[in-house]
């Protein structure tokens, strides 16, 4: 989506004017100098940017917890985060939601997570900073599913000029958990996936000292 002057989405914003590009959310806020008829434009990103780059996984709390089957799939909301583009370069990262982290598994040793909770849905809806995702399961019996776990960077499609959907994950139901990864082809038809781009060198630095501490 390119932004000729503004965009509000949830706690995040982006402001365009002639010289100079003002961007922020809830955990910091810069402005940017841009040369005369650069094209700002803005992308949904996986959720892991924001504060810094810590998480590797996303867990969905689903609340309230959702009875299933031996085979079956629901749909639920996971949050995104949105990357502000210069052209093929990526100069600033932003969530439209409060970063929350949790760790799934053994304090020491477990998956550190972006957490939310999101309700089970029969069909796909749509929020402001969140997309998303059909979730499919597998069980050997009936069972109360209240967690779904998926890697950080699942694939991320967009359709039309907005209308964002998470890839089809898949995994086992495991004592209330669904473990899953993406499998298959994209939710729904007309999307194309979101692409990666460079990302700017005062961005990558600034990832580096958090790790270097």
């Known amino acids: 989506m390119i932004i000729e002057k503004s965009l509000r989405l949830g706690d995040a914003f982006i402001d365009v004017s002639e010289g100079e590009l003002r961007v922020g959310d809830r955990y ?3 402005v940017l100098s841009i040369g005369k008829g650069v094209k700002v434009e803005v992308v949904p ?3 892991v940017n924001v504060p810094t780059r810590v998480a590797t996984h996303i867990m969905v709390d689903v609340d309230p917890p959702v009875i299933v089957g031996r085979e079956g799939s629901f749909w639920v909301l996971v949050p995104y985060e ?7 370069l990526a100069v600033a990262y932003l969530s ?3 970063v929350k982290f949790a760790v ?3 304090v020491t040793g477990g998956l550190l997570c972006r957490y939310s909770k999101s309700r089970a849905f029969d069909e796909p809806v749509h929020e402001a900073g969140y ?3 059909l979730v499919r399961y597998e069980s050997d019996r009936a069972a109360m599913v209240d967690i779904v776990v998926v890697p950080a960077y699942t694939p991320i499609y ?3 000029d907005g209308e964002y959907y998470y890839a089809t994950v898949k995994g086992r139901v495991s004592q209330g958990v669904i473990a899953a990864n993406p499998s298959g082809p994209p939710p ?3 999307v194309r996936e979101v692409r990666g781009v460079r990302v700017a060198a005062r961005i990558a630095r600034m990832f580096r000292e958090v790790f270097s501490e």
């Open 158 to 160: 967009v359709r039309g």
């Open 28 to 30: 910091r806020e810069q």
């Open 188 to 190: 729904v038809e007309g």
């Open 131 to 133: 997309a998303p995702m």
């Open 104 to 106: 799934f598994g053994e």
């Open 96 to 98: 439209p939601t409060k």
């Open 82 to 88: 949105l990357e502000v583009r210069v052209g093929d």
């Open 45 to 47: 990103t996986h959720p």
